[in-house]
């Protein structure tokens, strides 16, 4: 198993090749046989350590990078919502185009999110509210709530203007509360 691996690795053979190799007349080989027995190994020791009921640190990390991928999901959902978020093109290459500009519009929100995190962050900070670091490691910047994805865009190429947007102004919270009462919302 280690010098199929390694001949994979090293291109000395096709991964095409080593597939044929695995099955022979619609039935695994020997060495299929072992490779499929090795993968059962660690997904038994996957659910294992999901199901266990006394450590469910190996859950609560699956658990975040799932909510967190889903999150990149819903974000891409929502700036790909004409045709009803699917892309229909004909050829890959279109596909392929298509997917990699929604990547790229998703990666710049995302970046602009966690500029103006940062910056809210900083601002808080700077006013002397208490803003525990462990909160603010859980800020995402894969929100969309603020996104607006209706209408038509033009993009030109400038140079970037100065620093940041101005930030909103933070509402006086009333002694001992933590809460702000809405004024006319």
């Not at 997904?43 to 909510?67: A, E, F, G, M, V």
């Not at 999901?73 to 045709?83: F, S, T, V």
Request: aromatic share 4%.
């Amino acid at each position: 198993m280690t010098r199929v691996a390694g001949s994979l690795v090293t291109n000395q053979v096709r991964a095409y090749d080593l597939l044929r190799m695995f099955a022979r007349n619609g039935r695994p080989t020997p060495l299929g046989q072992a490779f499929a027995e090795y993968g059962r190994i660690d997904k038994t020791l996957h659910l294992l350590s999901i199901l266990d009921p006394i450590d469910d640190t190996y859950r609560r990390q699956l658990n975040k990078q799932l909510t967190v991928q889903e999150s990149r999901h819903r974000l891409a959902r929502k700036i790909c919502h004409g045709a009803s978020g699917q892309i229909r093109k004909a050829s890959r290459e279109g596909q392929e185009d298509r997917l990699a500009a929604l990547g790229l519009v998703v990666n710049a929100v995302t970046l602009w999110n966690s500029r103006y995190l940062s910056a809210a962050v900083d601002q808080l900070r700077a006013q002397s509210v208490p803003v525990k670091d462990e909160d603010a490691a859980r800020l995402s910047p894969l929100g969309h709530a603020h996104v607006n994805v209706l209408g038509r865009y033009a993009i030109a190429s400038s140079a970037p203007a100065e620093g940041l947007r101005q930030l909103g102004e933070i509402p006086d919270l009333p002694d001992g509360e933590g809460t702000v009462e809405e004024e006319g919302v």
